[in-house]
C-alpha cells in the first residue's frame, strides 16, 4: 500500500509556465483534496473532489485548475505561474463512508514548487 | 465557516518533560471534529490525535492527550515525555460535520525538544 504519492516531488518555474502536479491515492477514498503550505499561514485549500467527475472550490482556487477523471487521480493544473504561486503543495485523501478512520485525511509527501 | 488559531509560534521543552500546544477555534457547526497534525523536518503530515465534537472524553494517545474545552473553543495538545522525535511543526485543524471533510489549519506551532 503506497497510500497518497505526488510527482513531482519539487519543481522550479519561471513565471508564465504551465505545469500539472499528479495526487494518487491507492485507498478507495472518494474524497480527494489539494491545499498549499505558505509560512505563518498553515495549509489552506486549494480544490477538493467527493467523487471520480466533480471538483470544487476550496479557500484559495485563483490560478489553479483540477480535474478527477479516475477515483484514485487528482491533478492540479497550474496554466500561468506566478511568483505568489511559489510554494509547498500537498494532496490528501479521506474515505467518507464511516469506521474508526472516518474524515481522517491521509496526506502525500508534499511538492515543492518555485515560481521564478 | 471554521478558524483555527494557534497562538505560540514557537514553544520549547526539555527531554522528558511536558509540554502543551494551545488551539482555539470558531465554527457555526454543532458536529465537528477537531485534529492535531505533527509536520517532522521530512515534510510528511502526521496524525497526531483526533476529537470528535460530541463526545465528551478527552482523545488520549499513549503520550499524546487534549483537553477539549467545547463551550469555551479550546482543543489544548499535551505531549508528556517529551522526546527528540516529537521535534517537529504541529498544526491544529478542525472539519465540519457537514463540509466533506475540509481541514481548516491552524497557523502551526514549532516544538523544538532539547536534549
Known amino acids: 500500500n503506497a497510500g497518497v504519492t505526488q510527482t513531482p516531488k519539487f519543481r522550479v518555474l519561471k513565471t508564465g509556465q504551465s505545469m500539472t502536479l499528479l495526487c494518487a491515492q491507492d485507498m478507495n477514498h472518494e474524497y480527494m483534496y489539494w491545499y498549499r503550505q505558505d509560512p505563518g499561514m498553515g495549509l489552506r485549500l486549494i480544490h477538493y473532489s467527493v467523487g471520480e467527475g466533480t471538483t470544487a472550490k476550496g479557500e484559495v482556487p485563483d490560478g489553479y485548475n483540477v480535474s478527477r477523471l479516475k477515483k484514485q487521480n487528482f491533478l492540479l493544473g497550474l496554466e500561468s505561474a506566478a511568483p505568489s504561486q511559489t510554494s509547498v503543495y500537498f494532496c490528501?485523501?479521506?474515505?467518507?463512508?464511516?469506521?474508526?478512520?472516518?474524515?481522517?485525511?491521509?496526506f502525500g509527501p508534499g511538492t515543492r514548487l518555485t515560481v521564478l | 465557516a471554521q478558524t483555527v488559531t494557534q497562538s505560540q509560534p514557537e514553544m520549547s521543552v526539555q527531554e522528558a518533560e511536558t509540554v502543551t500546544l494551545s488551539c482555539t477555534y470558531d465554527?457555526?457547526?454543532?458536529?465537528?471534529?477537531l485534529f492535531w497534525y505533527k509536520q517532522p523536518p521530512s515534510r510528511q503530515m502526521i496524525l497526531v490525535i483526533r476529537?470528535?465534537?460530541?463526545?465528551?472524553q478527552n482523545a488520549t494517545e499513549n503520550r499524546f492527550s487534549v483537553n477539549f474545552q467545547k463551550a469555551a473553543k479550546s482543543f489544548s495538545l499535551k505531549i508528556s515525555d517529551s522526546q527528540l522525535g516529537d521535534t517537529a511543526m504541529y498544526f491544529c485543524s478542525s472539519a465540519g460535520g457537514t463540509s466533506y471533510g475540509k481541514l481548516t489549519f491552524g497557523q502551526g506551532t514549532i516544538l523544538t525538544v532539547h536534549p
Open positions: 465554527t457555526s457547526e454543532n458536529n465537528y471534529y
Open positions: 490528501a485523501s479521506s474515505d467518507p463512508t464511516g469506521g474508526v478512520r472516518y474524515n481522517e485525511q491521509f
Open positions: 476529537q470528535e465534537a460530541y463526545k465528551q
